[in-house]
């Protein structure tokens, strides 16, 4: 069959997110299919995807060959209060195009469509959907060319309203191995290395941590599932020799285990890989010199999920470490020589007006680095802050909220915490608040990060920010 996987992001800021996921769908099915990857961020508009002879897919006729047009659906918004962006309308327009120009079977997946499923299947009238991990692909299109039921298979939808989603249909993590398939001389690539050189690689999948919000588990598992250190290392070097200039490890978090992430970092030496990378990290206890080994395989950037230096807040939130974890693990990684940044998800369970200002004087501590604040905690399904949200009634169960909703403490307003965060900030460009859109206005007034990737820089850039 001839599979069209589509990729829906055209999300930029703060910078463009290579679709990793795709690759890993298209090796689980590129052995007894035909596929290929178009890409809305290098399209710039749907109408581009419709052109007689896009360059990207080398079929005759193009789109209009396609049996099975896979799309894949990212986010559904940017979980930012303070400048929110929803993409489903904008998913929406895509879907209804693909209709207009092909009569192919529409399959949805992506990790914003894990996360609402039915509602989304609803909306957008696709014919199939592909709960968690997107190589179950592989099981439909086995189904679909032998005439099986394809509604057996665990992790599979359909449009059929008699079908519903419960959380019994929520598939087991994927077990039979996931490999990437990756062509430097696709040209795809160069998009992203044009615009800030960054390309992306996983070590693992699966999340063992239990915070209140988050997704991961219910999307790739709570289990951790490791990739061979010198398979990650192997495809480090694809990614440098077709001209990525930074890599960003996709993890979920990165050290959540650490004899893996050390053996990551020795592959990383043994293969000579040899451009920057960076990863998401938990400020935990950790092993004595552990960033210096990183830094020596060739790590510049520590992204921390610190969210709160109170404690309470962080037990709460049901984090595993407290704020003296993250002075500790701050000042290793500056000790290493490492930029740093620090994400703080402010409005949660348990926040007060004191708890807040905890955590706002203890920023104050954390030298040479850069704050993100998220001022609101986005409500999803099958985490515990729903269930929470729920019980403080804020929510209902019959309630959508696939337009964002916010968890508010009723001990302090959104609009309170926005204030108290903004008088803090004031003067310090390296205190942002929201998802980094707003990087820009901080780097330089007339400097954007776009501008400043073309002139040859290269990674996430909020090192310049750092005070």
Not at 60 to 65: H, I, M, Y
């Amino acid at each position: 069959m001839r599979v069209l996987l589509v990729s829906a992001n055209t999300l930029t800021e703060p910078y463009p997110v290579y679709p990793l996921g795709l690759d890993y769908v298209a090796a689980a099915i590129a052995d007894r299919h035909e596929v290929q990857i178009a890409d809305m961020n290098t399209l710039k508009e749907c109408d581009a995807l419709f052109a007689k002879r896009y360059s990207g897919i080398g079929w005759p006729n193009d789109l209009l060959a396609a049996d099975i047009i896979g799309i894949s659906l990212r986010n559904i918004d940017n979980t930012d209060t303070t400048d929110p962006k929803g993409f489903f309308n904008a998913q929406r327009e895509l879907i209804q195009k693909i209709r207009g120009h092909s009569s192919a079977l529409i399959v949805l997946g992506g990790s914003g469509f894990t996360i609402f499923p039915e509602e989304i299947m609803n909306a957008l009238n696709a014919d199939y959907g592909i709960i968690g991990e997107g190589e179950r692909l592989s099981l439909l299109l086995d189904a679909l060319e032998n005439q099986k039921d394809a509604t057996e298979i665990s992790g599979v939808i359909t449009s059929q309203p008699t079908q519903e989603c419960h959380p019994k249909s929520i598939p087991l993590p994927w077990n039979r191995g996931f490999h990437r398939n990756f062509n430097k001389d696709i040209s795809r690539f160069e998009f992203y290395v044009k615009n800030g050189g960054m390309l992306n690689l996983q070590t693992k999948r699966g999340c063992s941590l239990n915070c209140i919000y988050c997704t991961y588990p219910h999307i790739e598992g709570s289990t951790q599932r490791l990739i061979d250190p010198a398979e990650v290392a192997d495809t480090a070097l694809q990614l440098q020799a077709a001209g990525a200039k930074y890599l960003f490890i996709t993890d979920s978090t990165f050290n959540t285990d650490y004899a893996h992430t050390l053996n990551v970092a020795q592959a990383f030496k043994n293969a000579a890989v040899s451009i920057p990378w960076g990863a998401f990290f938990t400020p935990s206890k950790m092993p004595d010199g552990y960033f210096r080994v990183l830094r020596d395989a060739g790590l510049t950037h520590v992204e921390f999920g610190t969210e709160s230096l109170s404690n309470p807040v962080l037990a709460s939130y049901r984090k595993p470490y407290q704020s003296r974890h993250v002075f500790a693990a701050h000042q290793s990684a500056i000790d290493a020589g490492l930029h740093v940044a620090h994400y703080f998800l402010l409005g949660g369970p348990g926040e007060t007006a004191d708890t807040l200002e905890e955590t706002l004087s203890g920023v104050h501590n954390l030298n040479k680095s850069v704050f993100f604040f998220f001022c609101g905690m986005r409500i999803y399904p099958y985490t515990k802050l729903y269930d929470i949200a729920v019980e403080g009634g804020q929510i209902t169960r019959s309630q959508s909220i696939l337009e964002p909703v916010f968890y508010r403490s009723p001990a302090i307003g959104a609009e309170r915490i926005i204030r108290m965060v903004k008088a803090q900030a004031d003067g310090h460009p390296n205190w942002i608040i929201g998802s980094g859109g707003e990087i820009t206005a901080g780097i330089s007034r007339h400097k954007s990060v776009a501008r400043m990737h073309k002139r040859g820089h290269t990674g996430p850039l909020w090192e310049y920010l750092i005070q």
